[in-house]
């Protein structure tokens, strides 16, 4: 789920955008946010050992089997994508442009096919050309996603012409190559056959599953301990759950790239650091990045912002994202509206807008599944999330009469155990929802698996009362359709990855997506994005909580450093490190 960030929307605390009260006996005001619309430290020296870290590991460094935010830019380092985003800081940052293409998509008069030409000269790590058939076969293994892959979304596989087909592992074909809704005339060429009209597609061949895969390297599940590099740097080194060290691929050809830098001798990222330590090595500058990009835990946040030294080093970054409550449609007694209506109304939503870091770095109180960065975006408040926002108890007992639990219920929240501000909110939902009679019990889990095995698994789910579900959710791309699709469309629901972790399942809203996928008319498909916002807040199946920013730290030695509004974080690509 890729992060979208438009400008300075949320930033009200911040003066121009640009500048922060310093906090903690400093005078005036430091200057911070920089990288918001800056390059800093802008160099071409090389040569730097550019170290990171997060709290867990990513949910896979397979590229066609992970769908966190942060994974995308990281990913990008070893694998491009037919187009990806421009590497510029501030609202250019949201263009498509060309990676292994030579253009945009030309697509046909009835907007059913999209044909792509790829640039000549790239190859994998070991020196093997990139061919189209690569391409082809990543989507086909990504196919796969009740099985291996688990963890990707599923575009290709509801729109492509077979939607039937069983992914290249089961391809009964000689050559896995037997999905006829993707053709390759020939080995620069790549034709994509729908079954209707899908005006964003341009958008969706930005996702990693176009990251060419070569089939005589494919290693299933275990891909991910050496993807085949296209990207500036290659896999030296891989321990799951603990490191990984990349250095420079010497395949990659900068004059077909236009996007990323090579200016490292090493990326060094450690996994299962404590949050808090990581936080530390920061501000210790024993570091310089944090991996997962979701911001600052809460104390971390209060050193760096009380110190203006190290309060310049910070960005605010919009994210494009909604911090939400999940309601399980499938989880009694949350199966009847009401119920979960009580819910919306319960949520002391400035007790959780705390919990993720106030105004500046927790983000703006949310009354909308859509964030106002996103295109389609419409104004409204249907359950007083603005005019009452501590939670209006008198209508939370109404709703609680009317789905027959008028003294209140017991039900299990979920949330991931490696953020505190995560853990926060769950328990400041926990503490709103008891003073209306909702009992709840709150079970943490590892991020890396929260949506495999977890929250993202509807058995799971079912089989432990998970009724009530932490989230976080960044546009696949920047429109209504990238940031609603894979969570309210019922056909988006997985057994395993599965985003749609409230399940909702509404005839009206897979309707209106259909509506709005199809249109070439800009302005109807963002009116239809605003309707199927309001059907899914009318079923209550998500509590918004805040519109997010994140808190980022950027170590004072970085070159080139900014953030990507595509990603709503620092675009990794393009980072280097002086004084190694």
Same mark, same amino acid.
């Given at each position: 789920?890729v992060?979208?960030?438009?400008?300075?929307?949320?930033?009200?605390?911040?003066?121009a955008?640009?500048?922060?009260?310093?906090g903690g006996?400093g005078?005036g005001?430091?200057?911070?946010?920089?990288?918001?619309?800056?390059?800093? /430290?802008?160099?071409?020296?090389?040569?730097?050992?550019?170290?990171?870290?997060?709290?867990d590991q990513p949910?896979?460094?397979d590229?066609?089997?992970?769908?966190?935010?942060?994974?995308v830019p990281f990913?990008?380092?070893?694998?491009r994508?037919?187009?990806?985003y421009a590497?510029?800081?501030?609202?250019?940052?949201?263009?498509?442009?060309?990676?292994?293409?030579?253009?945009?998509?030309q697509?046909?008069?009835?907007g059913l096919?999209?044909?792509?030409?790829i640039k000549?000269?790239?190859?994998?790590?070991?020196?093997?050309a990139?061919?189209?058939?690569?391409?082809?076969?990543?989507?086909?293994?990504?196919?796969?996603?009740?099985?291996?892959l688990?963890?990707g979304?599923?575009?290709?596989?509801q729109?492509?012409?077979?939607p *039937?087909?069983?992914g290249?592992?089961n391809?009964?074909?000689?050559d896995?190559?037997?999905?006829?809704?993707i053709?390759?005339p020939?080995n620069?060429?790549i034709?994509?056959?729908?079954q209707?009209?899908?005006?964003d597609?341009?958008?969706l061949?930005?996702?990693?599953?176009?990251?060419?895969?070569?089939?005589?390297k494919?290693?299933?599940?275990?891909?991910?301990?050496?993807?085949q590099s296209? @990207?500036?740097?290659?896999?030296?080194?891989?321990?799951?759950?603990k490191s990984?060290?990349?250095v420079? /691929?010497?395949?990659?050809?900068?004059s077909?790239?236009?996007?990323? *830098?090579q200016?490292?001798?090493?990326?060094?990222?450690?996994?299962?650091?404590?949050?808090?330590d990581?936080?530390?090595?920061?501000?210790?500058n024993?570091i310089?990045?944090d991996?997962?990009?979701?911001?600052?835990?809460?104390?971390?946040r209060?050193?760096a912002?009380?110190?203006?030294?190290e309060?310049?080093?910070?960005d605010?970054?919009?994210?494009?994202?909604?911090?939400?409550?999940?309601?399980?449609?499938?989880?009694?007694p949350?199966?009847?509206?009401?119920c979960?209506?009580?819910?919306?109304y319960?949520?002391?939503?400035v007790?959780?807008q705390?919990?993720?870091g106030?105004?500046?770095? @927790?983000?703006?109180?949310a009354?909308?599944?859509?964030?106002?960065?996103v295109?389609?975006?419409?104004k409204?408040d249907d359950?007083?999330?603005?005019?009452?926002?501590?939670?209006d108890d008198?209508?939370?007992?109404?709703?609680?009469?009317?789905?027959g639990?008028?003294?209140g219920?017991?039900v299990?929240?979920?949330?991931r155990s490696?953020?505190?501000?995560e853990?926060n909110?769950?328990?400041a939902?926990?503490?709103?929802?008891s003073?209306?009679?909702?009992?709840t019990?709150?079970?943490?889990?590892?991020?890396s698996?929260?949506?495999?095995?977890?929250?993202?698994?509807?058995?799971y789910v079912?089989?432990?009362?998970?009724?009530?579900?932490?989230?976080?959710?960044?546009?696949?791309?920047?429109?209504?359709? @990238?940031f609603?699709?894979?969570i309210?469309?019922?056909?988006?629901?997985k057994?395993?990855?599965?985003? /749609?972790?409230?399940?909702e399942?509404n005839p009206?809203?897979?309707?209106?997506i259909?509506?709005?996928?199809s249109?070439?008319?800009?302005?109807?498909?963002?009116?239809?994005?605003?309707q199927?916002d309001?059907?899914v807040?009318?079923?209550a199946?998500?509590?918004?909580?805040?519109?997010?920013n994140?808190?980022?730290?950027? /170590?004072p030695?970085l070159t080139?450093?900014?953030?990507?509004?595509?990603?709503g974080?620092y675009?990794?690509s393009t980072?280097?490190?002086s @004084?190694?």
């Amino acid at each position: 789920m890729v992060g979208v960030a438009l400008g300075c929307v949320g930033l009200a605390v911040l003066t121009a955008c640009g500048q922060a009260a310093g906090g903690g006996g400093g005078s005036g005001s430091v200057t911070q946010n920089e990288a918001l619309t800056s390059v800093i /430290n802008p160099s071409s020296a090389t040569g730097g050992i550019l170290k990171m870290a997060e709290s867990d590991q990513p949910d896979s460094t397979d590229p066609g089997n992970t769908y966190y935010a942060y994974t995308v830019p990281f990913e990008r380092l070893y694998a491009r994508t037919l187009e990806t985003y421009a590497a510029v800081p501030g609202a250019k940052g949201l263009q498509v442009v060309p990676d292994l293409a030579t253009g945009p998509g030309q697509v046909s008069s009835d907007g059913l096919t999209w044909t792509y030409h790829i640039k000549p000269n790239i190859q994998f790590e070991d020196g093997e050309a990139v061919t189209t058939q690569d391409i082809k076969y990543a989507v086909e293994r990504s196919a796969n996603y009740t099985t291996v892959l688990p963890n990707g979304p599923v575009y290709f596989q509801q729109y492509l012409t077979d939607p *039937k087909y069983p992914g290249a592992y089961n391809d009964p074909s000689p050559d896995k190559m037997g999905l006829t809704g993707i053709t390759t005339p020939d080995n620069t060429t790549i034709v994509f056959h729908l079954q209707q009209p899908f005006a964003d597609f341009d958008y969706l061949v930005t996702m990693l599953e176009t990251a060419p895969v070569p089939p005589s390297k494919d290693t299933g599940a275990n891909y991910q301990n050496h993807p085949q590099s296209t @990207g500036p740097y290659m896999f030296k080194s891989y321990q799951p759950g603990k490191s990984l060290t990349l250095v420079p /691929n010497p395949k990659w050809n900068a004059s077909t790239d236009t996007t990323r *830098k090579q200016l490292n001798k090493e990326i060094d990222v450690t996994f299962g650091v404590n949050a808090d330590d990581v936080d530390s090595r920061l501000l210790n500058n024993s570091i310089d990045l944090d991996l997962q990009s979701a911001g600052m835990q809460p104390n971390g946040r209060a050193k760096a912002l009380s110190d203006p030294t190290e309060a310049k080093n910070t960005d605010a970054v919009p994210a494009g994202r909604l911090w939400y409550i999940a309601l399980n449609t499938q989880v009694a007694p949350l199966n009847n509206v009401h119920c979960r209506q009580a819910v919306e109304y319960a949520v002391d939503k400035v007790a959780a807008q705390t919990a993720y870091g106030g105004p500046m770095a @927790g983000g703006q109180i949310a009354s909308t599944v859509l964030p106002p960065t996103v295109t389609g975006y419409t104004k409204y408040d249907d359950y007083e999330a603005l005019t009452q926002p501590h939670g209006d108890d008198v209508k939370a007992k109404q709703q609680l009469a009317l789905c027959g639990q008028p003294n209140g219920f017991t039900v299990n929240i979920s949330a991931r155990s490696d953020r505190d501000f995560e853990m926060n909110a769950a328990t400041a939902v926990q503490q709103s929802l008891s003073k209306v009679g909702i009992h709840t019990d709150i079970q943490g889990f590892p991020h890396s698996t929260y949506l495999t095995d977890f929250a993202g698994s509807p058995a799971y789910v079912h089989q432990h009362d998970l009724g009530i579900m932490m989230m976080g959710w960044a546009a696949d791309w920047p429109d209504g359709y @990238g940031f609603l699709q894979q969570i309210v469309d019922s056909r988006a629901i997985k057994p395993a990855g599965n985003s /749609n972790i409230e399940e909702e399942n509404n005839p009206d809203v897979n309707k209106l997506i259909d509506q709005a996928s199809s249109s070439n008319n800009a302005s109807q498909r963002n009116q239809i994005y605003g309707q199927i916002d309001k059907l899914v807040m009318q079923d209550a199946v998500i509590v918004p909580e805040v519109y997010a920013n994140a808190l980022l730290y950027r /170590n004072p030695n970085l070159t080139n450093v900014y953030a990507n509004e595509a990603y709503g974080m620092y675009d990794f690509s393009t980072i280097g490190v002086s @004084g190694s």
